[in-house]
């Protein structure tokens, strides 16, 4: 089969000197196919939603973090050798510090634009982070991970993994007191690991604490190693983004197999191109007017110190909340002492990560389902997923409030221990209870959407009966909205084949498909979604209400 390459839209007439441009465009067609290759996919349509953005904030902000990061590389010192310091910075002339953090003092005070560039670089890794999270949870709440997105739900989560881990070595650089705390903090839980923990500690610092190469090492990890990784799963992600093509919500003449939305030349590149600057603008102003990380207010890092209010930044809050709130246990089994009290925090910290980011897998096991999806769900249209969700978060939260007890406990006046123990308790409970309510809010959802589908919209138009009862009139809905609010599917929940089979034989059944038909009926059953209304019962209301001539019933609108 035979291709041929579109001429340009605008080819020269005869006896006319084509421009540079499109002489250049034109041999590059011939030899890579360029036209051919940018028409389909620059009219490429994406959908339009403003929750579409949260992922784009997070892409121009790490884009802001890869353009201050090599600025900031010029002129920052990776070296723990100790000089004295004589700079800009009156208080610290004259103190012992590392190569480091002098160097950090000298972007801060000596170099031009350097202190807006160190916290724009910082701001916008705050932010990059929290886009990533809140961006991966819309995908999570919307169901927009199910097939065939699966293995971008998981790119997803290990750059948010590796972005947190590469902000934690980033604020970590300068050398400073609280910096020093958060590596002294990082060694403690290192230590924790039975047998391997000090052989381990000795391979990162190279000998005792502190040592003298570990900001050497963890730079190069924090400028090469980990962003090339993540600047891999970037282009990955975008791939796949591209190639299956976006999700979209419920609408009227939306399916599996089309999209609604402008093209990606020059509507959706324009938009984006306006959004960019927003938000760059947005972080330049947070870098002007909130000050982040005054290393020079906690001065050099010494072993025999420790700050006051230490503090990481808020997504590795969660794991220094496991720390605090833990009981201090200690065991000794075969002659080897483990501290259980660090130890178990530290297996659970990434526990609570991948209970998230298994959860695809767990529900398309759980339901059975192989068939693609294209179309978002409404959040209250899965009442069970969107409140494992929510527990999630009020999980996340609890432990923050748990890293941070000591500020809680000084800003409201609150007793230090009283905190620790509401969070120990809030562990456990917080998520049973937010579950709880979170499911019954999306059923109550539920109710009022298929009270909407059946008797129609409140119009606030009162009026009385003959036998003198006032009541409201109600509107019956559009066709467009009756579609958004039906068109979604409601899975049956799985049932157990019958006790024998065809032949007469008792038919073994194994605990993990009785676990899934449990787990089933427990999301899809009576307790776990409300039944959408059928065509007869929209046809009998409709005509009791009079205005069956007005509408057609009401479809399935399965795809």
Same mark, same amino acid.
């Given at each position: 089969?035979?291709?041929?390459?579109?001429?340009?839209?605008?080819?020269?007439?005869?006896?006319?000197? !084509?421009?540079?441009?499109?002489?250049?465009?034109?041999?590059?067609?011939? +030899?890579?196919?360029?036209?051919?290759? =940018?028409?389909?996919?620059?009219? %490429?349509?994406?959908?339009?939603?403003?929750?579409?953005? @949260?992922?784009?904030?997070?892409?121009?902000?790490? *884009?802001? &973090?890869?353009?201050?990061?090599?600025?900031?590389?010029?002129?920052?010192?990776?070296?723990?050798?100790?000089?004295?310091?004589?700079?800009?910075?009156?208080?610290?002339?004259?103190?012992?510090?590392?190569?480091?953090?002098?160097?950090?003092?000298? &972007?801060?005070?000596?170099?031009?634009?350097?202190?807006?560039?160190?916290?724009?670089?910082?701001?916008?890794?705050?932010?990059?982070?929290?886009?990533?999270?809140? /961006?991966?949870?819309?995908?999570?709440?919307?169901? =927009?991970?199910?097939?065939?997105?699966?293995?971008?739900?998981?790119?997803?989560?290990?750059?948010?993994?590796?972005?947190?881990?590469?902000?934690?070595?980033?604020?970590?650089?300068?050398?400073? @007191?609280?910096?020093?705390?958060?590596? +002294?903090?990082?060694?403690?839980?290192?230590?924790?690991?039975? $047998?391997?923990?000090?052989?381990?500690?000795?391979?990162?610092?190279?000998?005792?604490?502190?040592?003298?190469?570990?900001?050497?090492?963890?730079?190069?990890? #924090?400028?090469? *190693?980990?962003?090339?990784?993540?600047?891999?799963?970037?282009?990955? /992600?975008?791939?796949?983004?591209?190639? #299956?093509?976006?999700?979209?919500?419920?609408?009227?003449?939306?399916?599996?197999?089309?999209?609604?939305?402008?093209?990606?030349?020059?509507?959706?590149?324009?938009?984006?191109?306006?959004?960019?600057? @927003?938000?760059?603008?947005? @972080?330049?102003?947070?870098?002007?007017?909130?000050?982040?990380?005054?290393?020079?207010?906690?001065?050099?890092?010494?072993?025999?110190?420790?700050?006051?209010?230490?503090?990481?930044?808020?997504?590795?809050?969660?794991?220094?909340?496991? $720390?605090?709130?833990?009981?201090?246990?200690?065991?000794?089994?075969?002659?080897?002492?483990?501290?259980?009290?660090?130890?178990?925090?530290?297996?659970?910290?990434?526990?609570?990560?991948l209970v998230l980011w298994c959860y695809p897998f767990f529900e398309a096991w759980l339901t059975g389902d192989r068939g693609e999806h294209h179309i978002t769900e409404r959040p209250r249209n899965n009442p069970t997923r969107t409140a494992f969700g929510a527990a999630w978060i009020a999980e996340y939260v609890i432990l923050l409030v748990g890293?941070?007890?000591?500020?809680?406990?000084?800003?409201? #006046?609150?007793?230090?221990?009283?905190?620790?123990?509401?969070?120990?308790?809030?562990?456990?409970?917080?998520?049973? *209870?937010?579950?709880?309510?979170? %499911? +019954?809010?999306?059923?109550?959802?539920?109710?009022?959407?298929?009270?909407?589908?059946? /008797?129609?919209?409140?119009?606030?138009?009162?009026?009385?009966?003959?036998?003198?009862?006032?009541?409201?009139?109600?509107?019956?809905?559009?066709?467009?909205?009756?579609?958004?609010?039906? !068109? /979604?599917?409601?899975?049956?929940?799985?049932?157990?084949?019958?006790?024998?089979?065809?032949?007469?034989?008792?038919?073994?059944?194994?605990?993990?498909?009785?676990?899934?038909?449990?787990?089933? +009926?427990?999301?899809?059953?009576?307790?776990?979604? $409300?039944?959408?209304?059928?065509?007869?019962?929209?046809?009998?209301?409709?005509?009791? #209400?009079?205005?069956?001539?007005?509408?057609?019933?009401?479809?399935?609108?399965?795809?």
């Amino acid at each position: 089969m035979t291709s041929t390459h579109q001429t340009p839209a605008a080819e020269p007439g005869p006896g006319t000197r !084509a421009s540079k441009g499109e002489r250049l465009a034109t041999w590059a067609d011939g +030899r890579v196919g360029l036209f051919s290759l =940018a028409k389909p996919n620059l009219r %490429k349509i994406f959908p339009d939603h403003w929750s579409f953005m @949260l992922g784009e904030v997070a892409l121009y902000s790490f *884009l802001i &973090i890869i353009l201050t990061g090599v600025y900031l590389t010029l002129f920052f010192k990776p070296s723990m050798n100790e000089v004295v310091y004589h700079g800009a910075y009156t208080p610290l002339n004259g103190i012992l510090m590392s190569d480091a953090y002098k160097s950090t003092l000298d &972007i801060s005070f000596d170099v031009r634009g350097g202190l807006l560039l160190r916290q724009l670089h910082h701001w916008a890794a705050l932010v990059f982070i929290m886009a990533m999270l809140v /961006h991966m949870m819309r995908v999570f709440f919307t169901g =927009a991970f199910r097939k065939p997105r699966e293995l971008n739900w998981l790119v997803g989560a290990g750059l948010l993994i590796l972005g947190m881990f590469d902000g934690f070595m980033g604020y970590s650089l300068p050398d400073d @007191l609280l910096s020093g705390t958060g590596i +002294r903090f990082m060694e403690g839980a290192i230590l924790s690991v039975p $047998i391997v923990g000090t052989y381990l500690v000795f391979f990162i610092f190279g000998g005792q604490f502190p040592g003298t190469i570990w900001v050497a090492r963890m730079f190069t990890v #924090h400028v090469l *190693l980990i962003p090339g990784i993540m600047l891999g799963l970037l282009v990955a /992600h975008l791939i796949l983004v591209f190639y #299956h093509k976006h999700t979209q919500g419920y609408g009227p003449g939306r399916n599996n197999k089309n999209v609604v939305g402008m093209p990606l030349m020059p509507v959706y590149m324009a938009k984006a191109g306006g959004f960019f600057f @927003l938000v760059t603008g947005v @972080l330049a102003v947070f870098a002007a007017i909130a000050q982040v990380n005054p290393i020079w207010s906690y001065g050099p890092y010494r072993p025999d110190q420790v700050t006051t209010d230490a503090q990481p930044d808020w997504y590795m809050g969660f794991s220094e909340g496991l $720390i605090r709130i833990m009981p201090g246990w200690e065991i000794n089994f075969l002659g080897h002492t483990l501290v259980l009290g660090i130890f178990i925090p530290l297996l659970i910290f990434p526990l609570i990560l991948l209970v998230l980011w298994c959860y695809p897998f767990f529900e398309a096991w759980l339901t059975g389902d192989r068939g693609e999806h294209h179309i978002t769900e409404r959040p209250r249209n899965n009442p069970t997923r969107t409140a494992f969700g929510a527990a999630w978060i009020a999980e996340y939260v609890i432990l923050l409030v748990g890293g941070g007890n000591d500020l809680f406990a000084t800003h409201f #006046h609150l007793s230090l221990n009283a905190i620790s123990w509401v969070v120990r308790i809030g562990f456990f409970v917080l998520p049973v *209870l937010v579950f709880v309510i979170t %499911k +019954r809010w999306c059923l109550g959802l539920q109710r009022r959407d298929r009270d909407k589908i059946l /008797h129609g919209r409140e119009s606030g138009i009162i009026t009385r009966k003959p036998h003198g009862e006032y009541v409201e009139i109600h509107e019956p809905l559009t066709q467009a909205r009756l579609y958004t609010l039906t !068109a /979604h599917e409601q899975p049956e929940p799985r049932e157990l084949p019958p006790a024998v089979d065809e032949n007469g034989v008792p038919r073994k059944v194994g605990w993990t498909e009785r676990t899934r038909a449990r787990l089933s +009926r427990a999301y899809f059953g009576e307790g776990g979604q $409300i039944q959408k209304p059928t065509p007869e019962e929209y046809r009998e209301i409709a005509a009791a #209400h009079g205005h069956a001539e007005h509408h057609e019933p009401v479809t399935e609108g399965r795809h």
